[in-house]
């Protein structure tokens, strides 16, 4: 028997940290999991699972209205905030009911408590209690980034989005990223005035820029209001409970709601790492090698806290390949290239690979191919809104280097696209592809 309490002791009971403990205690280690809040971390708790369900939601606003160009009487709907917020709320109760009987049918302990790392082997618990450990996998994940500009307490953040009692009339969202649009999208379909304001020029940076800027102007069409280079003066609460807020190169704007969707910062603050000799970089996230290994050789990171790629699937292949490699005999390392993402706004858009100005900066000679269409749906529902397909190709060979996507179903479509760019293959292989029509689905193998 070993000289340590656990064979492995996990501070995150989220993706990463469950995704690894339970894959290291069925290799046969000894594990146990620290989680202060609730079990299912970000995504499942208060993140992309939620989220979805409130995008689920808001899309009904569109449908009902496009049934009746269907045939469908539908009369006027009225939305209850508060009924689908509970039934999230409870479904999210539910998943994570889920992820504690997967961590026990395991049999990992799980200590519903923060903790801390106290040497490199050793952590303490919130009630005091001290354990040992051969090795410590820090998956704390990360937290939304605030603003200090005065008044900033007034705000809300995604953390508290799904709790509100009621959908504002009016409501400012800080930030131009995934999470600042699909919350823009989600309440706007809800019927709140969304005004969008940002401290650059630019939405969604990193996505390619013909997507991007499809759904700034689709947004703008349905109504969000978008104040580019714009930064926060400060936020006043009004004597009616509104909200005044004061921004650069901008008007001051009343409002009844401020959310901030202004990035993530990783959560080690107070975790003791400091005490085994962990490095934190400028951002805040552990430094870690390809193994996962931070500085300290017995403890480890995956997921948010390290900062290395924000996607709850990247926390799980983390944390597979941590106990793979560790307790199962298995080394493995993740592979960080072509990693497909998505937004789920109003339409959505997805990715994977490079974007055109990417792949002009590394290959130099590269094909572009497009769709630029109405979907079916749309043109009888009398919906002007257009999808965009876009393929990138190197110019040399014609293999597919990107595809990216905005309309209907978008991210559905592009996992499997995802597997054919992984995979190498060609715009050729795409187009010797028999189609299935009619289907959105077809225009990637009939691309121009």
Not at 89 to 105: C, D, K, M, S, W
Not at 214 to 243: D, P, V, W, Y
Request: charged share 20%; with cysteine; aromatic share 8%.
């Amino acid at each position: 028997m070993s000289d340590f309490d656990f064979d492995l002791f996990v501070i995150g009971g989220g993706s990463g940290g469950v995704r690894a403990s339970r894959v290291a205690a069925a290799h046969g280690a000894r594990v146990a999991v620290a989680e202060e809040y609730r079990v299912g971390g970000t995504c499942v708790i208060r993140g992309c699972v939620p989220k979805k369900l409130l995008v689920y939601g808001a899309h009904f606003a569109e449908d009902l209205a496009d049934a009746r160009c269907f045939g469908w009487d539908v009369p006027e709907c009225n939305f209850d905030w508060v009924r689908l917020r509970d039934n999230v709320l409870a479904e999210v109760t539910r998943i994570e009911g889920a992820y504690t009987g997967t961590l026990e049918n395991h049999k990992v302990q799980l200590f519903h408590q923060r903790a801390v790392v106290t040497g490199p082997h050793s952590v303490r618990l919130a009630d005091g209690t001290e354990f040992t450990a051969e090795r410590i996998l820090i998956a704390t994940g990360a937290r939304p980034q605030i603003p200090s500009c005065p008044g900033h307490e007034h705000g809300i953040t995604s953390n508290e989005v799904f709790h509100l009692p009621a959908i504002p009339k009016r409501i400012l969202i800080a930030g131009a990223g995934y999470i600042a649009n699909e919350f823009a999208g989600i309440f706007h379909e809800f019927g709140a005035h969304v005004t969008l304001i940002n401290r650059s020029d630019q939405i969604l940076r990193g996505y390619d820029e013909q997507i991007r800027d499809r759904l700034l102007q689709i947004s703008m069409t349905k109504g969000i209001n978008f104040r580019f280079n714009a930064s926060f003066r400060g936020i006043e609460k009004l004597e009616n409970g509104q909200l005044r807020v004061s921004m650069t190169n901008h008007d001051d704007i009343d409002v009844d709601c401020v959310l901030f969707a202004t990035g993530r910062v990783p959560n080690t603050e107070g975790l003791g790492l400091e005490t085994a000799g962990v490095e934190i970089d400028d951002a805040g996230a552990v430094k870690v090698n390809d193994d996962n290994q931070s500085t300290c050789a017995s403890i480890y990171a995956v997921g948010d806290v390290t900062n290395r790629v924000q996607l709850t699937p990247v926390a799980i292949r983390e944390g597979q390949a941590f106990a793979d490699t560790i307790y199962g005999g298995k080394p493995t390392k993740v592979d960080y290239s072509c990693i497909p993402s998505a937004v789920f706004s109003h339409p959505p858009l997805a990715g994977v690979g490079m974007t055109e100005g990417q792949a002009r900066t590394k290959l130099g000679s590269v094909r572009v191919y497009t769709s630029d269409f109405r979907p079916m749906k749309n043109v009888l529902a009398g919906r002007n809104e257009r999808a965009l397909y876009k393929m990138i190709c190197d110019g040399a060979n014609n293999r597919i280097v990107g595809i990216h996507m905005i309309g209907p179903d978008a991210p559905e479509i592009l996992q499997v696209a995802a597997v054919a760019i992984k995979a190498g293959l060609t715009k050729d292989q795409f187009d010797q592809t028999v189609a299935i029509h009619p289907t959105m689905a077809e225009e990637l193998v009939l691309l121009r």
